[in-house]
């Protein structure tokens, strides 16, 4: 069984600081997503990554894979309260002819003003 | 085309009895996925198509639950004989291969409610 194992699982900040959150699995993936979801709403894509020491960047959000691609993690710089939400890493492992995307267990963040 | 599409959001229904949900994909996508959540968890894969051939089924998955994708468009998901255990949002994606990249866009859910 592939799993992706998400830390934290809760996260509370204030407004204005850093924080980095994880996606890690034993398996490498094909390719790895990231996820926001509101509550009582779908999860809303973010971002993709692909190639190993990839870093992609969505305005504060800053998103890099592993070298082995077997992790990623999520950086917001100076938070805000709008970031509020579940964050959920997906990845896709090889796997001839099945395109399954697995979810992880999510990082539910919460930013105070 | 606007995005993945279910209908209903919401279906409040009592122990027993059957239900149907609709998913209307993004329409070039060839590939559908049914998940379900519960509250705080990660969406559990339940199912996966490209296009009309049902690639996979977990095996979390009892027979009470059946997926069609009739003509690789829209899916429905069937749940006979619901149980309070059910309870959950149901989500659908869609995705298509493209660049050796698989990217699935959700649609909103359905919150099934067994009373």
């Known amino acids: 069984t592939q799993l992706l194992e998400q830390s934290p699982q809760f996260l509370s900040i204030q407004e204005g600081e850093n924080l980095t959150v994880y996606c890690n699995s034993s398996s490498v993936f094909s390719s790895l997503q990231w996820y926001r979801q509101e509550p009582g709403e779908g999860p809303v894509l973010l971002v993709t990554v692909v190639t190993g020491g990839e870093v992609k960047k969505l305005k504060r959000l800053t998103f890099q894979f592993g070298d082995a691609r077997k992790d990623s993690s999520l950086h917001i710089t100076a938070a805000q309260p709008g970031d509020t939400g579940l964050y959920l890493c997906a990845g896709v492992f090889p796997n001839f002819g099945n395109e399954k995307l697995t979810f992880g267990t999510g990082t539910r963040l919460t930013i105070i003003p | 085309d606007t995005g993945v599409s279910q209908d209903p959001r919401h279906k409040i229904t009592k122990r027993g009895q059957n239900v149907t949900f609709r998913c209307d994909p993004i329409s070039e996508h060839n590939r559908l996925y049914w998940y379900r959540q519960t509250l705080g968890q990660g969406p559990e894969f339940l199912t996966y198509?490209?296009?009309?051939?049902?690639?996979?089924k977990s095996r979390l998955l009892s027979d009470r639950f059946s997926a069609e994708r009739p003509k690789g468009s829209f899916s429905t998901l069937e749940i006979q004989r619901t149980e309070q255990g059910d309870s959950a949002m149901y989500l659908c994606a869609s995705s298509s291969r493209q660049g050796g990249i698989t990217e699935a866009f959700f649609g909103q859910g359905t919150r099934l409610t067994v009373v």
């Open positions: 198509f490209q296009n009309e051939a049902q690639l996979e």
